[in-house]
């Protein structure tokens, strides 16, 4: 999961690109990169970190241009640590290419054999975005005669990567001298809309909250397999360049990775988080009788929508029994064990007047490895509740994700190969409830009937793509995040035991 933005100005737009990230920050915190183009040059600057820390003032100054792309990353392939791996990617041909892009492919390590052996490219990080702007720019060289390039020449480009790339893939580029490409894969997994500015700016972004907080107003969303180009006079050209796409969004946007305020696919975020509250709240009546419950208490931050309209439903009161710290950073990255436990304490302080005495229902949007949970269970305990409650917004997470969000292994998945009792006892709670897929999917698909489906594949272990088998899997675990930290002493590789919105 990461976030993206691409822009076509009449102005200078490194200032609004940065703006752009920081709101897309929640979607990664490990590195950040922009790029603009002035005349046919091309103008770059990354690093490891938030959008404040990498960019500042000399580094604005030297991102001149009127065009320009902007990348937050969230590593779920490759190496965490190394500067290189931050986006965006460049190649000088043809034209001088520079692409950012969120998702993950899951035939990367065969694409780089035929890169090196067919296309003669050459791949120098395990990165699989450079693998992805190494096709995309074969393919582009391919299309193309002359120093012209036209529309079609694009959409003939995208049209092949699509016949070669799979996995789940939004992205944006930079054709020096030409303009800005975005497209989405043909499922449409990772989201991916459009804007215009008041004063004709162009904005392709991964949410629509990137759009409305720079004064941008939500045209459309990029249609799954759609490539859309914005030539530099600011024109939009817009095609579909798949053969048979089908959208189908990742659910676990909806649960937990898009912000609030963001309308994905039509669907608004926050009133998906609702429905899932309303849809828990009757599975919460099957398991624990509300008059047992004295208190519903949210997890922060994501799962506050669905707490209060199941503390609504169930009239009972909803009360704030955590406060966050907000400036210990997002635990996307926190390899060791030992401090991920310790982040969660950090992170989180117990309001002991609302646990004392009583028997509260904890709800979180999502309970991945289990080890969070367990610790904020043991949280309420020491604050003196009589007894604690879990309720889970999401659906147990039996099965590995491997399009963009980095979940562990299926043996480091609390809820794999285990019944919810089970569950329950490694957690500690008195009664853990967990989200119907069923459920789920009909609480969030009901707000646009006109998608197909969704890739809910951690949930329910159906990959939308249709190519992934457990060999896939294992392969594709072997790539994730290593930890090259020299600082880290664990030989864990995975990212996140329950992620908390920033």
Do not use: W
Request: glycine share 8%; aromatic share 6%; net charge neutral.
């Amino acid at each position: 999961m990461c976030g993206i933005v691409g822009v076509v100005s009449q102005g200078p737009v490194n200032q609004l690109i940065y703006d752009a990230l920081l709101l897309l920050q929640h979607r990664g915190q490990d590195a950040a990169g922009i790029v603009t183009q002035q005349g046919r040059k091309v103008y770059m600057h990354k690093a490891k970190g938030m959008v404040r820390d990498v960019f500042r003032t000399r580094n604005m100054r030297a991102l001149p241009g009127n065009v320009g792309l902007g990348q937050v990353r969230y590593p779920t392939a490759g190496n965490a640590y190394s500067e290189e791996e931050a986006q965006p990617f460049y190649v000088n041909a043809p034209f001088g290419i520079t692409l950012a892009h969120n998702g993950n492919l899951t035939n990367a390590q065969a694409l780089k054999t035929e890169l090196f052996t067919a296309d003669h490219r050459h791949i120098n990080t395990e990165s699989d975005t450079e693998v992805l702007v190494n096709v995309f720019a074969h393919e582009l060289e391919r299309t193309t005669r002359g120093v012209q390039l036209s529309p079609q020449d694009v959409f003939a480009a995208v049209a092949n990567v699509h016949r070669r790339v799979r996995g789940s893939y939004a992205v944006v580029a930079l054709v020096a001298g030409h303009g800005l490409v975005a497209f989405r894969d043909p499922f449409g997994i990772r989201p991916l809309c459009v804007g215009r500015g008041p004063d004709g700016t162009v904005m392709v972004a991964s949410e629509s909250v990137a759009l409305e907080g720079t004064n941008h107003r939500f045209e459309r969303n990029v249609a799954p397999g759609e490539c859309v180009f914005v030539d530099l006079q600011g024109k939009v050209h817009a095609a579909q360049c798949a053969e048979a796409p089908k959208l189908s969004p990742c659910i676990f946007e909806f649960v937990y990775l898009a912000r609030p305020d963001s309308v994905l696919d039509g669907i608004s975020v926050y009133q998906a988080r609702l429905n899932l509250g309303e849809t828990l709240a009757k599975r919460v009546i099957s398991t624990v009788p509300p008059h047992e419950i004295d208190v519903v208490i949210p997890i922060p931050e994501s799962s506050r929508p669905s707490a209060m309209q199941l503390a609504q439903l169930l009239g009972i009161p909803y009360r704030e029994g955590f406060v966050k710290n907000r400036y210990v950073g997002r635990t996307f990255i926190m390899p060791g064990q030992a401090v991920r436990k310790r982040s969660v304490r950090q992170k989180l302080n117990a309001i002991g007047s609302e646990f004392k005495g009583r028997n509260v229902l904890l709800v979180d949007d999502s309970i991945v490895r289990g080890t969070t949970s367990r610790e904020i269970v043991q949280m309420a305990r020491d604050a003196g509740a009589r007894k604690v409650y879990m309720a889970s917004a999401a659906p147990p997470v039996r099965f590995p994700n491997v399009y963009g969000i980095d979940m562990p292994t299926p043996s480091e998945l609390v809820a794999h190969g285990r019944t919810v009792e089970q569950v329950r006892e490694l957690i500690g709670c008195d009664a853990l409830i967990y989200q119907d897929v069923d459920g789920m999917k009909n609480a969030i698909g009901k707000l646009n009937p006109q998608i197909d489906g969704f890739d809910a594949s951690c949930f329910d272990g159906v990959y939308v793509t249709g190519d992934i088998n457990p060999e896939d899997i294992a392969r594709i675990n072997e790539a994730r995040v290593g930890q090259e930290d020299p600082l880290d002493v664990t030989t864990s590789r995975l990212s996140i035991p329950n992620p908390q919105e920033a």
